[in-house]
């Protein structure tokens, strides 16, 4: 089993930037892709970003994409999400997810496995 604990979320003014940290624990970190994805209330869970197990390879979805950036660092178990130019619409709840099989290109929150508790981000105007 996996553990995901995201932290780094708050409270920033439009314009401004956050980097959001996941923590993983009771698998080897570096075998899964791991995404970021985000919900706002009434909203469906969307897809943000995604990285290969490798960190080689990235995807975004086209609302973050310039502004976003996702990395990993496997040997401290650790994924990234440096959110830069943040927008009021960018405002979420925003999860971490592990899939153990698939594609770091298929944005499905289907194919994802694992997930954390989410950590709030509010971008005020």
């Known amino acids: 089993q996996v553990q995901l604990v995201e932290s780094g979320g708050g409270l920033v003014q439009a314009g401004g930037s956050l980097r959001l940290s996941c923590a993983a624990s009771?698998?080897?970190?570096?075998?899964?892709?791991m995404g970021w994805f985000r919900q706002a209330p009434g909203k469906e869970r969307e897809f943000v970003a995604a990285i290969s197990w490798s960190g080689e390879s990235t995807i975004y979805a086209n609302s973050v994409k310039g502004r976003f950036t996702i990395s990993r660092d496997n040997a401290k178990n650790t994924v990234f999400l440096q959110m830069n130019s943040l927008k009021p619409e960018d405002t979420a709840v925003y999860y971490c997810a592990a899939k153990v099989r698939g594609s770091y290109t298929s944005s499905s929150s289907y194919d994802y496995t694992y997930w954390g508790q989410g950590t709030q981000v509010t971008v005020s105007s």
């Open positions: 009771g698998r080897t970190f570096s075998s899964y892709v």
